[in-house]
């Protein structure tokens, strides 16, 4: 289940029109044409997909009217449903404050994710390279930054191709398992590289690590002093595990627990 997000005007419907390859949505130049969360069913290489065109998120102070609070509720509810959302924002204005809010819910619900950057093909590329706009878009969305880009335009179809493939990859990303032996070899490797800083003068020790969930990923860590693993210190656990192991397109989460002194 493949929730499309974005503000609108975007393009959300058109890109589903385009995976779909035919006129389903209603497309329209007036922002917020789709006011409720319309499901389509596809198949790429025969495997099914449903797509939900979810309405354009507004601004909170332009959503005084009933309609608009209901599409902004029915879309929180579908991202939540779904298995992975695709977060729209319009290649020609980059990454704004809108699009940093509704990548922000996406990352709050812990779903997996693709930043699609449709409508390319109006983009000046003059002295632009793919990576500094990328690194432009990062900036924005600077919590997302596992989140793969995919510029595309919907209009014209031009990379269409490459967005089931990525769905697929980042989905089987979010379910991977990593055994607890080849998570302990990492754990040894990065206390080596940086251990925890002293806690109230006391060293705090990492016993071992442990993965406890999928969909996102979810890894707790055993220690001596639960305060003492900063948030720093988790960012860069979670930094080694993604270069480590990969994790594309997902969130990590991060678990503490304390243990008594282990001898």
């Known amino acids: 289940r493949v929730s499309i997000v974005g503000k609108p005007n975007v393009g ?11 006129d389903r949505m209603i ?3 007036i922002p917020g044409t789709t006011r409720d969360a319309v499901d389509s069913v596809c198949s790429f290489y025969k495997k099914k997909y449903t797509l939900v065109d979810t309405a354009g998120i507004r601004r909170k102070g332009k959503m005084a009217r009933t309609v608009e609070r209901y599409s902004y509720i029915r879309t ?5 449903e779904s298995d992975i959302a695709l977060i729209v924002i319009d290649a020609s204005e980059g990454a704004v404050e809108l699009d940093q809010k509704i990548a922000g819910f996406v990352y709050s619900a812990r779903k997996p994710s693709i930043i699609i950057m449709n ?4 983009v000046d590329k003059t002295d632009l390279s793919i990576e500094n706009y990328e690194k432009a878009i990062y900036r924005k969305l600077w919590f997302m930054r596992y989140a793969p880009i995919i ?5 014209s179809k031009q ?3 490459k967005v089931f493939p990525i769905i697929d990859n980042v989905i089987a990303e979010a379910g991977k398992r990593i055994t607890t032996n080849k998570l302990n070899l990492f754990l040894k490797e990065i206390i080596a590289l940086k251990e925890p800083v002293l806690y109230r003068k006391r060293r705090v020790k990492i016993y071992y690590i442990t993965q406890v969930k999928t969909n996102p990923p979810g890894f707790t860590i055993f220690t001596n002093q639960k305060e003492g693993i900063t948030a720093q210190y988790l960012r860069f656990i979670e930094r080694n595990l993604r270069e480590k192991f990969g994790f594309v397109g997902t969130p990590i989460d991060i678990y503490v627990r304390q243990r008594g002194n282990k001898k």
């Not at 959300?12 to 035919?22: H, P, Q, R, Y």
Request: aromatic share 4%; no cysteine.
């Open 151 to 155: 510029t595309i335009s919907a209009m």
């Open 12 to 22: 959300k419907s058109t890109l589903v029109n385009a995976l779909l390859s035919k």
């Open 27 to 29: 497309v329209s130049n």
């Open 76 to 80: 929180m509810i579908n991202v939540e």
């Open 119 to 122: 409508k390319w093909d109006l």
């Open 159 to 161: 990379r269409m191709t």
